[in-house]
């Protein structure tokens, strides 16, 4: 390394540091032995963690969450699907309107979906439930899974649909043994993404909600308290969580497409 | 043809319907509450602008458009700053091998549930914190003292998130950037100060844009970061809007405010829009 080179490595590291220090504030301070997640750290000990474990409404919310990102998820990617399919392999009228309104959603603020739906529910007079969560997971993720696998439909798979065509395929097993087993690793991602997405979603999930409520909403509340290394250990499992989801999305798509 | 048509629909009408009815039918429905009004504690639904005339009459309401603007302005601006040179040296300066490593490793604590990211930030500002604990030690403050609950805690914990995203997609459009041109605009005579302001910036402002544009949108919608880290002090849009919902179950108001807050992002859209094609995505 010559002269020239360090205050670039400098700034990289000063960088990360500003990346990494909350980070790393939050997961030491999990570990700490006394009531309160600041200096000096007395640890390391679990009490915390064990605290997380036996708070019931915590526990809860987290089977929420798991039960909401993977349903909402499974109806976003199968929806995703059947309509990137339909509009990459048919000719429809407004082609590009339906693509522009399946597409919408992403550009408006979760703040706003999650209103709207509100006040739609409220008038329509729909109790708030895990199910509204879900459903306002599906108007978000939609978009994501139907983007994603429409801008990998090419035109390979069209030739194998063709050719299971001219052998005598049905329209729906052309779907389910051609298309779906060509495009996995693009339904794999999608549907990942989309738990992502779910897992971690607070504002729509904080608006339909009411007594059932997900992980992010009960972490919220539990925020009222101020200052608590219980939400340090919760905050630090659900980091653990997600970055398992993403190795896990990196390792068994990312990795299998040729680059 | 014709039965192949249909099955077509067929397979579009779940994805149609559930976007008309969960997206576009609520936004409909709150852009008609907006121009409705609660009176006392019932909603009166005859038409009136009624709702507008107060956000641009009371000044809290205005305020906060104004404070939203000015926070997500601030945080666009040094988010770039700091995320293109960090994205520079990591497309330019680190071994190839490296450099997938180091992205993933720069951009890890995305991955923090959001409202925790805003709560760890608070760990570090707060009374008391790291940050405060630190300049003790080093002698530049006596007493602890809290850097949270301002605008500037707010603006961290923004820039924060933004530096990540905005890394990646300026790493992303610094890499498609075929070393030919830079080694052509060196044949011709352009230092390296030259070529940069010349040829590399120009050829990567479509990767800034699409960041800045990302970093605008969700920054001014979202009410976690300043509500958790911003105190009371003042309010931004989302805040109030959040307000208007659960103190006083102002409905109607709520939804001028959010179309006010959709016709702020379409702005901004409109504004970037020859850099933004989202059939890239």
Redesign the interface.
């Known amino acids: 390394m010559n002269i020239r080179?360090l205050p670039?490595a400098l700034?990289?590291l000063l960088?990360?540091g500003?990346?990494?220090?909350?980070?790393l504030?939050?997961v030491l301070?999990s570990f700490q032995e006394s009531r309160?997640?600041?200096?000096p750290f007395d640890g390391p000990s679990l009490a915390w963690y064990r605290a997380m474990l036996a708070d019931d409404r915590l526990m809860d919310a987290l089977v929420n969450s798991v039960l909401v990102g993977v349903v909402s998820s499974l109806v976003a990617v199968?929806?995703?699907f059947?309509?990137a399919?339909?509009?990459a392999?048919?000719r429809?009228p407004l082609a590009g309107l339906?693509r522009g309104?399946?597409?919408?959603?992403?550009?408006?603020?979760?703040?706003?979906?999650g209103?709207?739906?509100?006040?739609?529910f409220?008038?329509l007079g729909v109790p708030k439930s895990l199910w509204t969560i879900g459903?306002?997971h599906?108007?978000i993720n939609?978009?994501l899974c139907?983007?994603?696998v429409y801008?990998q439909m090419g035109a390979q798979q069209a030739h194998a649909e063709r050719a299971a065509r001219d052998l005598g395929a049905r329209?729906w097993q052309v779907i389910v043994l051609i298309t779906a087993p060509m495009l996995w690793p693009a339904l794999f991602a999608s549907f990942f993404l989309s738990l992502?997405f779910s897992?971690?979603e607070?504002?729509i999930a904080f608006?339909v909600s009411r007594f059932d409520v997900t992980?992010?909403v009960e972490?919220?509340s539990m925020?009222r308290s101020g200052?608590n290394p219980k939400?340090?250990a919760?905050?630090s499992f659900?980091?653990l969580i997600?970055?398992l989801?993403?190795l896990l999305l990196d390792l068994v798509v990312l990795r299998k497409r040729p680059a | 043809m014709m039965a192949n048509r249909r099955l077509a629909w067929g397979l579009l009408l779940p994805a149609l319907l559930w976007t008309l009815t969960f997206f576009a039918a609520p936004l409909v429905i709150m852009g008609m509450y907006s121009l409705w009004q609660r009176v006392g504690m019932k909603l009166v639904q005859t038409w009136t602008t009624h709702n507008y005339q107060q956000f641009a009459s009371k000044s809290f309401l205005l305020e906060s458009l104004v404070n939203s603007l000015e926070v997500t302005a601030t945080v666009t601006v040094i988010s770039i700053l700091l995320a293109y040179p960090l994205a520079y040296i990591l497309a330019e300066r680190v071994p190839a091998r490296w450099q997938r490593l180091a992205l993933v490793m720069a951009i890890l604590p995305f991955w923090t549930s959001y409202v925790v990211r805003s709560y760890s930030w608070l760990l570090v500002l707060s009374e008391g914190g790291i940050l405060s604990n630190f300049l003790m030690d080093i002698g530049l403050i006596a007493e602890p003292m809290s850097f949270a609950n301002n605008r500037g805690a707010t603006v961290v914990g923004f820039v924060h998130f933004f530096v990540m995203l905005l890394t990646l997609t300026i790493y992303a459009s610094l890499v498609q950037l075929p070393p030919s041109y830079r080694k052509a605009a060196a044949d011709l005579g352009a230092g390296p100060i030259r070529s940069f302001i010349h040829v590399v910036l120009p050829l990567t402002l479509p990767g800034v844009m699409v960041g800045a544009f990302l970093t605008f949108v969700l920054c001014i919608g979202d009410y976690i970061t300043p509500q958790i880290l911003g105190g009371n002090q003042e309010l931004l849009l989302p805040q109030t809007i959040m307000m208007q919902i659960s103190r006083r179950s102002d409905f109607p108001m709520a939804s001028a405010l959010a179309m006010i807050l959709m016709a702020v992002v379409s702005l901004a859209y409109l504004a970037c829009a020859r850099w933004l094609k989202l059939d890239r995505l």
């Open positions: 080179a670039a700034y990289v960088l990360y500003f990346i990494f220090l909350p980070v504030v939050l301070f309160l997640p600041v200096p199968t929806l995703g059947l309509a399919y339909a509009l392999r048919h429809l339906l309104l399946l597409t919408a959603p992403l550009t408006i603020s979760y703040l706003i979906i209103m709207g739906l509100l006040i739609t409220n008038s459903i306002g599906v108007v939609l978009p139907f983007a994603i801008s329209e992502t897992w971690d607070f504002i608006l992980l992010p972490i919220w925020l200052l939400t340090n919760i905050g659900v980091f997600s970055f989801f993403v």
